[in-house]
T-cell receptor, first 111, second 113 residues
Framework: DADVTQTPRNRITKTGKRIMLECSQT?????MYWYRQDPGLGLRLIYY???????NKGEISDGYSVSRQAQAKFSLSLESAIPNQTALYFC??????????FGEGSWLTVV | RKEVEQDPGPFNVPEGATVAFNCTYS??????FFWYRQDCRKEPKLLMS???SGNEDGRFTAQLNRASQYISLLIRDSKLSDSATYLC??????????????FGKGTHLIIQP
């Protein structure tokens, strides 16, 4: 099993719908992150959390919300999806001073 | 100047050749540096950290030049399986928190038989 698991892996949704992407990890890391990747723009940080009671906005948090339900779980929500949120979304974890371990990604298409 | 800048390529290199590419960063206070590898439609995976003294892992060598604010990745005896996008990642914050990580847009490498 993967250290960082994302669900769903692929989703097509309609504009205005609510969509949740879930992430769980078995690394035992305190730090969890959500990134999106768009062609030509690289990876951009949406939200991050250093522990269950800690939530921080990243570079592009508008239109997104997150919930850290447990140390191992960090979900990303789009309350009202719009087409420019079509992207590849990655969850990642890290321990202090280490590099990031990414999930396999969630392809989201908003039509 | 962009925070982390990479030549997007693609670099087309024959199998067995040596290839090198650089990444420049703008924040002189940056503390830690990494190279990630990303295959098409897959997640990035940590290739190697970059230390001040430079480091080597098999065919891969990473160097840091703080004076000129760039890091480099050298791949010797390139293999077809080395074809991927290589992401430069710079942490501008002390403590290593990934909130300070800035990703380059990647350099696309194609190894040709």
């Amino acid at each position: 099993d993967a250290d960082v698991t994302q669900t769903p892996r692929n989703r097509i949704t309609k504009t205005g719908k609510r969509i949740m992407l879930e992430c769980s990890q078995t690394k035992g890391h305190d730090r969890m992150y959500w990134y999106r990747q768009d062609p030509g723009l690289g990876l951009r940080l949406i939200y991050y959390s250093f522990d269950v009671k800690d939530i921080n906005k990243g570079e592009i948090s508008d239109g997104y919300s997150v919930s850290r339900q447990a140390q191992a779980k960090f979900s990303l929500s789009l309350e009202s999806a719009i087409p420019n949120q079509t992207a590849l979304y990655f969850c990642a974890t890290s321990d202090s001073g280490t590099g990031l371990t990414f999930g396999e990604g969630s392809w989201l298409t908003v039509v | 100047r962009k925070e982390v800048e990479q030549d997007p390529g693609p670099f087309n290199v024959p199998e067995g050749a040596t290839v090198a590419f650089n990444c420049t960063y703008s924040n002189s206070a940056s503390q830690s540096f990494f190279w990630y590898r990303q295959d098409c439609r897959k997640e990035p995976k940590l290739l190697m950290s970059v230390y001040s003294s430079g480091n080597e892992d098999g065919r891969f060598t990473a160097q840091l030049n703080r004076a000129s604010q760039y890091i480099s990745l050298l791949i010797r005896d390139s293999k077809l399986s080395d074809s991927a996008t290589y992401l430069c990642v710079v942490n501008g914050q002390t403590g290593g928190g990934a909130d300070g990580l800035t990703f380059g847009k990647g350099t696309h490498l194609i190894i040709q038989p």
